[in-house]
């Protein structure tokens, strides 16, 4: 006797958060090879249409949306035209992120409000916005990208880790008032190789280094990350709600 195999989130829409590169691009490609159909959302267009491409030529259904997570009209417009085009929301994938380095004294109050707007205040306005979408189809999940800054800190993080730790008050807060047909966590990634170490220009030597700090002895990848939101979106976590997920190869193990 054979069954026919179905994905993990069939017949499901979901939206990605900064899916033109990084997380977002193996988040919305895992998504979709699992029946999701995607909104692949980002500032970057000629990148975000790539990941629409590859996710097409592999079978997949998804669609773009130019949206700069920093202002709310954009945010509003990706979440309409995600239900427009596949008639439902059922994934939110809060994932863009955008930082500056600097200390309390070095760094600039533009950049600061630009990290948080990106960073938190994105999550709650897609929330405000895309529950209610949520809501007129049964329930949905949301999967916010937080990070192992939201636990400890890094020096000259300052706008950065503050948004993650927060972002960690938020999705708690969202699971308690939302539930049950809302249900919310966080993923939690280490040090992940995406091309913003080249952007970064991150030399052979220091990307070895953080390797080896690391038990698993490897920096992990974008699919590494995308495996676990999968998971955190599929039903496979139906009585998961309100929590964190570290996905960081062990690196939060080390005591020295």
């Given at each position: 006797m ?8 069939e ?8 899916a ?7 988040t ?44 709310t ?9 995600t ?18 380095h ?32 949520m ?10 990208t ?12 300052t ?5 993650k ?12 008032d939302?539930g ?10 280490g ?12 030399p ?35 009585f ?17």
């Open positions: 054979t069954t026919e195999r179905r994905g993990r989130v017949g499901k829409s979901a939206i990605v958060t900064g033109a590169s990084g997380i977002g691009e193996e919305a490609v895992r998504l979709a090879e699992e029946g999701a159909a995607v909104c692949v959302a980002d500032i970057d267009r000629d990148n975000g249409r790539r990941v629409v491409e590859r996710i097409k030529e592999a079978g997949g259904q998804a669609i773009f949306v130019a949206t700069d997570v920093t202002k009209a954009p945010i509003r417009r990706m979440i309409e035209r239900v427009t085009a596949f008639g439902r929301l059922d994934i939110l994938h809060n994932n863009a992120i955008w930082f500056r600097g200390s309390a004294t070095e760094l600039d109050e533009k950049d600061w409000d630009k990290t948080l707007n990106a960073g938190l205040k994105a999550v709650f306005v897609a929330a405000k916005y895309g529950i209610p979408a809501r007129a189809n049964g329930g949905g999940v949301i999967v916010n937080a990070s192992v800054h939201s636990l400890v800190s890094f020096a000259t993080c706008a950065y880790d503050s948004a730790a927060g972002l960690l008050g938020l999705t708690r807060t969202l699971a308690l939302y049950p047909d809302i249900r919310v966590n966080a993923v939690l990634p040090a992940i190789l995406t091309p913003l170490w080249d952007n970064l220009e991150v052979e030597k220091e990307r070895k280094r953080y390797a080896q700090m690391v038990p698993a002895k490897r920096l992990g990848t974008g699919r590494d990350i995308a495996n676990a939101v999968l998971y955190l979106a599929s039903d496979e976590a139906s998961v709600t309100g929590t964190s997920l570290v996905v960081d190869g062990g690196l939060l193990c080390r005591t020295e």
